[in-house]
């Protein structure tokens, strides 16, 4: 029986592919991983903020998204996700809030931009399920387009002023101005004359000032930089990340199309209809959560970020390497919750994952930044050989980011 030839986008550079993004945001990610040299993304499976804000400083050098759960760390407030923030900025990642929205379109709505959490306002991504159906999708576009809105808009206010001369009522201005200078001449300023006189009343400066405000729009829409090819072949220290610099405002989600957890639900059906709304929807969904790459329209270019990730012990990985094993899909034990782990070798080179989504293979060792870069360069190796460019135990040479990749004072937004 004969097979369909891989979808284009498995042999296509992300810099590549970034050129025909709909969304901003998927163009920046794709780009920030490109530039980076990374396809890892840790989830932080930690419940204090201060745990979560040491392992993205631990790991961030490494990453290009940081996966979150704000619900459960126990002392959540803003302060933890403006840190958060800086944290990405300064290092250069997007956040990920893992939040699986699964509700009407109202609930979801205030779930996305209320609550204790406001996950709009700091995370790039989201994800959520289809079955509550479409409106879902909507309902958190309409949210995510008011955030964007409100957060473009300006007040413009204008002040003018005014000044015109009052006069008594009933006389004209220049007569009254006649009649006190011949009083002066008369009897002087404070002279007898003048005291016997009846005071004239003198003309007033009346200033009125104007304040007008207006509200207006501001082009939501920051476009991201271009760069050479040979940018793209120079180390992850390179210059251009500075220039790529923030993450753009708009926000995206990612559908759950398929699960790794052993039994799911999410059988075939259901995974075609998470591409039909997703190909409804390309300016708010710009990938899935899958097993590997669901790209098979001549016009798809979706994102997958694929969970379930591990890697065996590293003394258990050299010596499978060093006797020509090693190249199985299955790598950690089942953790006898159902979670099932596989090679970022096999879901990225033979099933398409262009992000691989590591948790306790990384949150559970001694040197997390060593085993950070460990999955980072078997994720990237596995990419770059999908895409021609890096030849089969082939090396890559060390390279380390110091002190981040983005620099620079944060500014909250």
Known sequence: MATNPPHPTRSQPYEVRANSQAHPLARYLLLLMALKKTNLCVSADVSTAAAL????????????VLKTHCDTIEDWNDETAW?????????????????????????????????PFRIVR????????????????????????????????????????????????????????????KDEEEGGVGGEAAEDLPRTRKRS????????????????????????????????????LQLLGAPPLERAVLLLAQMSSEGNLM???????????????????????????????????????????????????QQQQQ?????????????????????????????????VIVGRGILEAGDRVGEAERYRKEAWWAYEERAGERVKGEEEGDWGMGGGILGGEFKAA
């Open 205 to 240: 400066i009346i200033s009125t000032t104007v304040i007008s405000t207006t509200t207006e729009l501001l082009d939501p829409h920051r476009g991201t930089p271009s760069f050479p090819p040979t940018t793209f072949l120079q180390s992850p220290s390179s210059p251009f």
């Open 122 to 181: 700091w995370a790039n991504l989201t994800n959520a399920h289809i079955f509550p159906g479409p409106s879902i999708v909507t309902a958190l576009k309409a949210a995510a387009t008011q955030h964007l809105e409100s957060h473009n808009r300006c007040v413009v206010t204008e002040i003018t002023a005014e000044g015109r001369t009052s006069s008594p009522a009933g006389e004209d201005g220049d007569d009254e101005e006649e009649e006190e200078e």
């Open 53 to 64: 804000l040491a392992l993205a400083e631990q790991v961030g050098d490494s990453i290009c």
């Open 83 to 115: 840190s958060l923030r800086e944290v990405a900025l300064r290092k250069g990642f997007c956040i990920f809030e893992d939040r699986k929205f699964g509700d009407i379109g109202s609930t979801v709505q205030k779930q996305y931009t209320g609550g």
């Open 323 to 355: 006797s020509g094993e090693g190249e199985g899909a299955q790598t950690r034990k089942p953790d006898g919750l159902g979670q099932r782990y596989n090679t970022p070798r096999h879901v990225v080179l033979e099933c398409g994952a262009d992000v």
């Open 267 to 317: 059988d075939k059906l259901y995974t075609t209809k998470c591409i039909e709304l997703a190909r409804r929807e390309p300016t708010f969904v710009v990938g899935f959560i899958s097993q590997g790459s669901l790209n098979t329209d001549s016009t798809d270019d979706f994102l997958a970020f694929t969970p379930g990730v591990g890697l065996p012990p590293r003394e258990q990985q």
